[in-house]
């Protein structure tokens, strides 16, 4: 994670972060109810043995989630879209051999056994409150200034339409009393613009705030080494090069036996 990437770009970073923040409630709400229906028919059914793989089944869901998620945020951090990456190959594979394991009681108790997915199904249960904190702020806090800036849209409006005068009563005539009603309406539309330029701040701010959520939950992401991607590729060879060895050996072996058969052959003629 690199803050200075944030700054370098603040609007990009804001509206990311915005998007991002847009997605917590009904992405929240998905994670808080399928983790706490698991947790729950896990824990009661555990006693006939069913539970223990609905249980470990929800951890593990919930771990993998929460990577996916942390992948998001921490792409935003460091300056690049927030999107959806896909898996590595090595990490696809290790899913595949983790299904087809699944009929083994081992593999679910070893999934119990991990810490990260009961961290995971704490983060999608205790961060479901501020993940609502987080989407309302940012739907009614921009959505509010953006209103205050249309100011004198809605002055004329509310005059020309409904012959009421906005702007008028007795709060703005002492704040503002040598002005118009629509000069008054001008300036709170110039406070709106004011107001507008902290927008993006407090949405980063907001940002801030989840991804140090999340990241005390999840942990730094894990980062396979790059010597891992040449392993598949050199693997087959090494059978090939001994085989290819192996039948060179073998056909030495059968060119001096029959160099040796033809040598007895001759000495009795030579005799």
Same mark, same amino acid.
Not at 49 to 69: C, K
């Given at each position: 994670?690199?803050?200075?990437?944030?700054?370098?770009?603040?609007?990009?970073?804001?509206?990311?972060?915005?998007?991002?923040?847009?997605?917590?409630?009904?992405?929240?709400?998905?994670? @808080?109810?399928?983790t706490?229906?698991?947790?729950?028919? +896990?824990?009661?059914?555990?006693?006939?043995?069913?539970?223990?793989?609905?249980?470990?089944?929800?951890?593990?869901?919930?771990?993998?989630?929460? *990577?996916?998620?942390?992948? *998001?945020?921490?792409?935003?951090?460091?300056?690049?879209?927030a999107?959806?990456? #896909?898996?590595?190959?090595?990490?696809?594979?290790?899913?595949?051999?983790?299904?087809?394991?699944?009929?083994?009681?081992?593999?679910?108790?070893?999934?119990?056994?991990?810490? $990260?997915?009961? *961290?995971?199904?704490?983060?999608?249960?205790? +961060? @479901?409150?501020?993940?609502?904190?987080?989407?309302?702020?940012?739907?009614?806090?921009?959505?509010?200034?953006?209103?205050?800036?249309?100011?004198?849209?809605?002055?004329?409006?509310?005059?020309?339409?409904?012959?009421?005068?906005?702007?008028?009563?007795?709060?703005?005539?002492?704040?503002? #009393?040598?002005?118009?009603?629509?000069?008054?309406?001008?300036?709170?539309? +110039?406070?709106?613009?004011?107001?507008? $330029?902290f927008?993006?701040?407090?949405?980063?701010?907001?940002?801030?705030?989840?991804a140090?959520?999340?990241?005390?939950?999840?942990g730094? #992401?894990e980062?396979?080494?790059?010597?891992?991607?040449?392993? #598949?590729?050199?693997?087959?060879?090494?059978?090939?090069?001994?085989?290819?060895?192996?039948?060179?050996?073998?056909?030495?072996?059968?060119?001096?036996?029959?160099?040796?058969?033809?040598?007895?052959?001759?000495?009795?003629?030579?005799h």
């Amino acid at each position: 994670m690199n803050p200075n990437s944030i700054k370098s770009n603040p609007r990009a970073s804001a509206y990311a972060a915005w998007k991002l923040q847009l997605g917590l409630l009904p992405l929240g709400i998905t994670a @808080f109810v399928l983790t706490l229906t698991g947790i729950t028919l +896990g824990l009661s059914l555990a006693i006939v043995g069913i539970g223990i793989p609905i249980l470990a089944g929800t951890l593990a869901w919930s771990a993998a989630r929460m *990577r996916r998620e942390q992948r *998001r945020w921490n792409a935003w951090q460091d300056g690049g879209q927030a999107q959806d990456e #896909p898996y590595p190959a090595h990490q696809i594979s290790q899913g595949v051999e983790s299904g087809s394991a699944r009929a083994s009681w081992k593999s679910w108790f070893r999934s119990l056994g991990n810490p $990260l997915g009961y *961290r995971a199904a704490a983060h999608q249960l205790l +961060g @479901f409150p501020i993940r609502i904190a987080l989407f309302v702020i940012s739907l009614t806090v921009p959505l509010s200034v953006f209103a205050v800036m249309l100011a004198p849209a809605a002055y004329k409006v509310s005059d020309y339409l409904y012959g009421y005068v906005l702007y008028d009563d007795t709060t703005m005539r002492m704040l503002l #009393p040598p002005l118009s009603p629509f000069e008054r309406s001008l300036v709170v539309s +110039g406070i709106g613009v004011v107001l507008m $330029l902290f927008v993006p701040a407090l949405l980063r701010a907001c940002g801030r705030i989840y991804a140090a959520w999340l990241a005390f939950f999840a942990g730094q #992401p894990e980062i396979s080494p790059p010597a891992e991607t040449g392993q #598949p590729v050199q693997s087959p060879a090494m059978p090939v090069a001994e085989a290819a060895g192996d039948w060179l050996a073998r056909a030495e072996a059968a060119i001096s036996r029959y160099d040796e058969d033809a040598r007895h052959a001759q000495t009795p003629q030579a005799h």
